[in-house]
C-alpha cells in the first residue's frame, strides 16, 4: 500500500476541498492510462491503537469499531515529474469519514491508500464524446476533457449547487458545457435526464461517460441506451445511492447492477 502526506489544502469551491499529496513511499505510485483512475483512501477510526503507516490486516484484526474505513477518489492529477498527487473531497458536512478528515487535514497529516486502478479513457477514434454525472464524477470529466486536444468535440452536462460550486476546467478541446443547479431547481434529481432528452446529438459517433447518483445513472443509461444511438463505447456507472452510506451502497450494488442490465 501507498502511504503520502499533506502538502497543501485548498478549498476549490464551498463543497470541495483540493489536497496535494507528496512524501512518504509516493515514489512507488504507478499511475494508470486512464482517465478515471483513482484510488482507495483507508481512513483511520478516532482511538484507534494505530496510525499511518500501518498493516492493513492487522488494523483490521483491531475490531469493526477501530478498522480503516475505505473510500474512493479519483485522481485529479498526478505529477510524475514530482510525484505529488492531486485528489478532490466532495463535502457533505461533517458526517462520514473522508469529509471530516478533508477538512480538518493540514501539511504534514498522512493518508494511506490502494490503488490505483481505473478503466476509461475518451475513444480517439469517436466523432465526439459525451460526459455526464455531479460533483463526484467532475475529477474524472475534469482529467479526460485536460487530456484532450483541439480535435476533440465534447458535450458535458455536470449538476452543481449553484454557479459558486462550477469549476475552471482547462482543455483544448472543443466543449459545449452546460452546468445545472439543482438549488434552484424544483426537480433537482431529474436535471441530468431531462437534460440529456432536450440534448440535439451532434452528428457521427459517439463515446460516454457517466457518472453520478444512482438513480439517475441508472435512468440516463436507459435513456441512452433505448432511445439514443447507441455509444460506441461506454463507462456508465453509480458512484454513490441517496440515503445511503458508503458502506450500506456497497452491500446492495451487485444486485442494484444485477437489475439494472434489465432496463434494456
Same mark, same amino acid.
Given at each position: ?22 512524501? =512518504? ?67 457533505? =458536512?461533517?458526517? =462520514? ?76 478541446? /472543443? ?58 463505447? /461506454? ?30
Amino acid at each position: 500500500m501507498t502511504f503520502a502526506e499533506v502538502e497543501t489544502v485548498e478549498w476549490v469551491t464551498p463543497g470541495i476541498i483540493r489536497i496535494v499529496f507528496c512524501g =512518504g513511499n509516493l515514489a512507488e505510485f504507478e499511475s494508470t492510462p486512464f482517465a478515471d483512475q483513482y484510488i482507495n483512501g483507508q481512513f483511520v477510526p478516532d482511538g484507534a491503537p494505530y496510525s499511518v503507516p500501518f498493516d492493513l490486516d492487522e488494523a483490521r484484526a483491531s475490531g469493526d469499531e477501530f478498522r480503516p474505513r475505505s473510500r474512493r477518489f479519483t485522481v485529479r492529477r498526478w505529477n510524475s515529474e514530482t510525484k505529488k498527487l492531486t485528489i478532490d473531497f466532495i463535502i457533505h =458536512g461533517d458526517v =462520514g469519514y473522508a469529509g471530516p478528515w478533508a477538512q480538518n487535514a493540514k501539511q504534514g497529516d498522512k493518508l494511506q491508500f490502494k490503488g490505483p486502478n481505473g478503466g476509461y479513457n475518451p475513444d480517439p477514434n469517436v466523432d465526439w464524446h459525451l460526459f455526464m454525472g455531479d460533483e463526484s464524477a467532475l475529477p474524472a470529466i475534469s482529467a479526460s476533457l485536460e487530456g484532450l486536444d483541439s480535435s476533440a468535440k465534447c458535450v458535458a452536462l455536470v449538476v452543481v449547487n449553484d454557479q459558486a460550486h462550477e469549476v475552471a476546467i482547462k482543455t483544448e478541446a /472543443s466543449v459545449q458545457f452546460m452546468w445545472l443547479h439543482r438549488f434552484s431547481s424544483n426537480n433537482p434529481d431529474q436535471l441530468l435526464l431531462n437534460a440529456l432528452k432536450d440534448l440535439s446529438f451532434p452528428q457521427g459517433t459517439y463515446d460516454s461517460f457517466v457518472h453520478g447518483e444512482a438513480g439517475e445513472v441508472r435512468a440516463i443509461r436507459k435513456h441512452l441506451l433505448n432511445e439514443r444511438p447507441e455509444p460506441v463505447k /461506454s463507462s456508465i456507472s453509480p458512484y454513490w445511492r441517496r440515503h445511503h452510506t458508503d458502506e450500506a451502497w456497497r452491500k446492495v450494488k451487485k444486485d442494484w447492477l444485477e437489475k439494472q442490465e434489465n432496463d434494456i
